[in-house]
């Protein structure tokens, strides 16, 4: 493993690690930080775990940074989408150069497609979409989506598992596809909870394009980590970002910077299989985690309502899967 790690061309990934670490000190000690940062173990604890799911399936970290900070620690929906941003823009950058570095395959064309749509779709959000959705429902929002991506994988992993390689369409349908994927997913999922453009292409490239797991993952990771860039860079110079997002950011990062990496080096020896089971059952408690938090508020009109709603979505993926599938039968008629 270490002389693979140290081969020359894994060099550019050892270096940006190595620079990053060399900042990181520098700041903590120089401006004191070092003296406070045993306040946020939490977060730093959970960016253990947290990053190896985002290198190693497509889920940012965020989608376990955002549950922990927001109904864990009670924190405001603006600190966990914030949090989200900024330190997938570190972990899954790096685990994106990672990726490239190891010539793992990635589906480039939907990728690019899908960074089409997220130029557009990010400032849309951020700009008139976040402003005006209530906490409640960013809440319930990003519950939905990792329930309806857990039920998913409960249910049709093992045939997931089974695909290999990536259908090819031409050129401009891939783009296309991207595209919607990219602006869907950033102007209403990723500019309210910080996560979200992973999972809806992953599902994408498996539901559509039967694309095999070791493709689908990494495409979705660079997607992450390229949308949560733009995003960070769209909300330094308009809107910024929560007071208190800094602290945590900086107990966090030392250690998504290798976490994430090394998440998408060990699943190959981990199994993919194996870790995504457990992150959908994740995925699925914390759904009910949300709805036992917001109980009051919600009622149990509006946990019905919830539940129905991953259902509806559950069966929206599902749709896609037998569209794709019978449209491949009748082309190959």
């Not at 670490?21 to 004191?32: D, E, K, N, Q, T």
């Not at 070092?34 to 799911?53: C, D, H, K, P, R």
């Not at 299989?273 to 759904?287: A, E, P, R």
């Amino acid at each position: 493993m270490l002389s693979r790690l140290l081969s020359s061309h894994y060099s550019v990934w050892i270096g940006f690690v190595l620079c990053f670490y060399v900042i990181w000190i520098f700041y903590v000690l120089y401006s004191g930080y070092y003296q406070e940062l045993g306040n946020y173990w939490q977060i730093s604890l959970t960016m253990a775990f947290g990053s190896y799911v985002a290198g190693s399936t497509p889920m940012g970290g965020g989608a376990v940074g955002f549950p922990v900070l927001v109904l864990g620690l009670d924190m405001p929906v603006s600190l966990g989408r914030d949090f989200s941003l900024l330190i997938q823009s570190l972990g899954m950058t790096s685990a994106s150069i990672f990726i490239l570095v190891s010539r793992q395959k990635i589906a480039v064309n939907v990728l690019i497609g899908v960074m089409l749509g997220v130029a557009i779709g990010i400032p849309l959000g951020l700009f008139w979409v976040e402003p005006n959705i209530s906490e409640l429902l960013v809440k319930l929002i990003f519950a939905v989506l990792c329930a309806s991506f857990g039920i998913l994988h409960m249910v049709r992993l093992d045939e997931f598992s089974t695909y290999s390689g990536i259908l090819k369409f031409s050129t401009r349908l891939e783009l296309i596809i991207g595209g919607l994927v990219g602006f869907i997913a950033s102007s209403g999922i990723v500019s309210i909870t910080g996560v979200g453009v992973d999972m809806v292409l992953y599902c994408i490239l498996v539901l559509v394009f039967k694309s095999d797991l070791r493709v689908a993952i990494p495409t979705s990771v660079i997607a992450m980590a390229l949308t949560s860039l733009y995003s960070v860079l769209i909300k330094s110079v308009t809107v910024g970002f929560h007071e208190d997002v800094f602290e945590n950011w900086l107990a966090a990062a030392p250690i998504v910077v290798v976490g994430a990496p090394l998440g998408a080096f060990l699943v190959n020896i981990l199994g993919r299989k194996k870790t995504l089971s457990f992150v959908s059952l994740l995925c699925v408690s914390q759904l009910f985690w949300t709805c036992s938090n917001e109980f009051s508020y919600l009622g149990f009109g509006g946990v019905l309502a919830t539940l129905c709603t991953v259902f509806i979505v559950a069966v929206f993926f599902e749709t896609i899967r037998l569209v794709s599938q019978g449209n491949r039968l009748q082309n190959a008629n």
